[in-house]
């Protein structure tokens, strides 16, 4: 099956076979100010490069995308990453240009359902899985089966208010998690605490800069690393008394640090967390990188294929 990544930067897009293998790939720019019309060319055409080069032609297309998505319809309802591709048909623009069944839905689900079945959440009854990077997104998978919402759009975790006088957040609330929490917030917490970062009068840090030197042995910035994974923590155990999970599995770029921030994030979770639902889970680090998102969406392609024709 074709699987697509797609991002606010870039797109990722891959053959895969059903045991996640991925086949043949390639990366290429969004280039959102273009429109989705030209992405979708572009995607296209990456199908049909990775179709000849791998000598097999798929079956379905699967795509991973930001959110909000109206899945029934398969198209975005005014995503913040894509400005201006509100009301877009990814679906069915995709599938005409390919002539194939194409499936969508949000990022974060794909990737979920990715290390569900074959990654950090394999055997879990009920896994939650947590992406931390530029924002926060999340995806619930029950009995091997991702749990979507009515219209697509369930588990946005990284939209749950923990601050209402907190920073301002992209889809227009204040004080959500992932305005408090995501990669950024930690820059802009570590330029708070430790002033411009050092050589560069006047920067600002990066969550990447910040976490480095932590984990190279700065005190200070191990204090602010420390600071913001209790903020993590205090959304984590949201999700542990929303969804009472087995497993909570953690991916994305921040997420390259886990160790580093496991100890104060879980110690937070545990704080506020109750009891019998601490009792459930484990929480554990994500175990299939960057190629989450892409093998995901292929699951969602493979999916669609085994349903009858007469659900998709």
């Not at 194939?100 to 949000?106: E, F, H, K, Q, T």
């Not at 394999?122 to 029950?142: F, H």
């Amino acid at each position: 099956m074709a699987g697509i990544d797609l991002g606010g930067t870039k797109i990722a897009a891959g053959l895969v076979d059903r045991q996640g293998r991925v086949l043949a790939s390639r990366t290429l720019p969004t280039d959102a100010p273009s429109g989705p019309a030209a992405a979708m060319d572009r995607i296209a055409a990456a199908v049909r490069e990775l179709a000849e080069e791998a000598g097999r032609r798929p079956q379905a297309v699967g795509v991973g995308a930001p959110g909000p998505l109206l899945l029934p319809e398969g198209r975005f309802v005014g995503t913040p990453n894509l400005p201006g591709w509100n009301g877009f048909a990814l679906r069915d623009q995709l599938a005409g240009r390919l002539g194939l069944p194409v499936a969508v839905n949000n990022d974060a689900n794909a990737a979920a359902l990715a290390e569900a079945r074959l990654g950090a959440g394999r055997g879990a009854e009920v896994m939650v899985y947590v992406t931390v990077g530029t924002g926060i997104g999340g995806g619930l998978v029950i009995g091997g089966r991702l749990f979507s919402g009515v219209n697509g759009n369930g588990v946005e975790i990284g939209h749950t208010t923990v601050d209402p006088d907190g920073p301002a957040c992209g889809c227009g609330n204040r004080g959500c998690w992932e305005a408090v929490a995501a990669g950024p917030a930690l820059g802009r917490l570590a330029t708070e605490r430790l002033g411009p970062p050092p050589g560069r009068p006047g920067g600002r840090w990066t969550a990447r800069e910040l976490l480095d030197a932590a984990a190279a042995g700065d005190e200070r910035a191990r204090a602010v690393a420390e600071e913001y994974a209790r903020l993590l923590g205090i959304g984590l155990a949201s999700a542990v008394n929303l969804f009472n999970p087995d497993r909570l599995v953690l991916g994305g770029g921040v997420m390259a640090r886990y160790s580093l921030l496991a100890p104060a994030m879980e110690a937070e979770m545990r704080r506020r967390a109750l009891p019998a639902n601490l009792a459930a889970v484990r929480l554990v680090p994500a175990a299939l990188g960057q190629d989450a998102g892409l093998v995901g969406a292929a699951l969602l392609a493979w999916d669609l294929l085994d349903e009858p024709a007469s659900r998709r």
